[in-house]
């Protein structure tokens, strides 16, 4: 096999979609697409990743970024990844982590933090009292991807200004 020059050795998924409204009067067309591009577009991402890194016989690190509010059920597929793409044995090494940030400044969000209130309610559910940066979440990402996280797989990290500590 022939060895590549600069091989994949790291992805970061950082794709996701919110919605709003009662469970009781969610469209289920909603629903499903934010299965389509929070889970199944996120395990694909992932598989592409993982069989390019098998192609290829690197060890490589895969970050999902996750999120504090769905904490629960993010964890599920960063686990089971891990548990399947760790183990492997003859076969190079892939670890699957992901990262919860808290409320984050983003274009995404400046229409949610319009509404009366609702910036105050955010910075007050943290410890440190603020929206984090996107900046803020290279240092952690680096972390993951390198080798100074290597005997970490399975984990999620929470970047969330201490939200989930309350």
């Known amino acids: 096999m022939p060895t590549l020059r600069y091989p994949l050795k790291g992805l970061v998924v950082c794709a996701g979609l919110s919605r709003n409204g009662p469970s009781t009067e969610f469209p ?9 591009i929070n889970v199944t577009g996120t395990f694909l991402i992932a598989q592409a990743a ?13 970050v999902f970024v996750a999120s504090m509010s769905g904490y ?15 183990s ?3 076969m190079p ?4 982590n992901s990262l919860s940030p808290g409320y984050i400044r983003t274009a995404a969000r400046a229409e949610a933090l319009q509404k009366p209130g609702m910036e105050a309610q955010w910075t007050g559910e943290n ?5 984090s940066t996107v900046d803020e979440f290279r240092a952690p990402v680096l972390f993951m991807l390198g080798d100074g996280s290597s005997f970490m797989t399975g984990t ?6 201490g939200h989930c500590s309350w």
């Open 93 to 96: 090494l892939i670890r699957v």
């Open 28 to 36: 289920i067309s909603s629903f499903r697409r934010v299965l389509d």
């Open 127 to 131: 410890m440190l009292f603020r929206l």
């Open 72 to 86: 629960v059920s993010n964890k599920g597929l960063t686990r089971s990844l891990a548990a399947e793409w760790g």
């Open 156 to 161: 999620d990290l929470h970047v969330d200004g």
């Open 50 to 62: 993982a069989k390019e890194l098998i192609k290829a016989n690197v060890t490589g690190s895969i």
């Open 88 to 90: 492997r044995v003859g």
